[in-house]
């Protein structure tokens, strides 16, 4: 379990590092970049790497909470990782946003609760299939 959760914290970390990146260089006029800009990259690419290489294969995969303590989990780290890495990307933006947290709480509530409902059938229907094909070789 740990080696599959660090090599998805070292692909989600590194493709969102490097998307972001692209990203800045085709969106931004600015011939330099700070160092400081490098590092908040880096925190950025860190974070995306915990939420979606690591809390969310663990949760989803691994944990064994009810389903409203992994939905609430979640919605929690997804937007507060979020409006974190905003932060770090633009202190101004940040300042914009700030008063929809919890309408941007809600909604990720909504997927959330949306993502569990199509990810629950599909392991029942991957689960149901294995015991039926268990069963036949029987």
Known sequence: MIKHLKN????AAFGSTVWIA??????????????????RLLAIGSLFGLVFGVVYPYLWEYSIFKARTTILLSTLFNTLCGFAVVYLYSVELFSQIRSFFFPVLLLTLIGHLIGFYFYSNYTNRKLAAALNSTKENQ
């Open 8 to 11: 998805n914290f070292m692909q």
């Open 22 to 39: 692209f990203l800045t260089l085709f969106f931004t006029n600015q011939p330099t970049v700070p160092v400081s800009f490098i590092w």
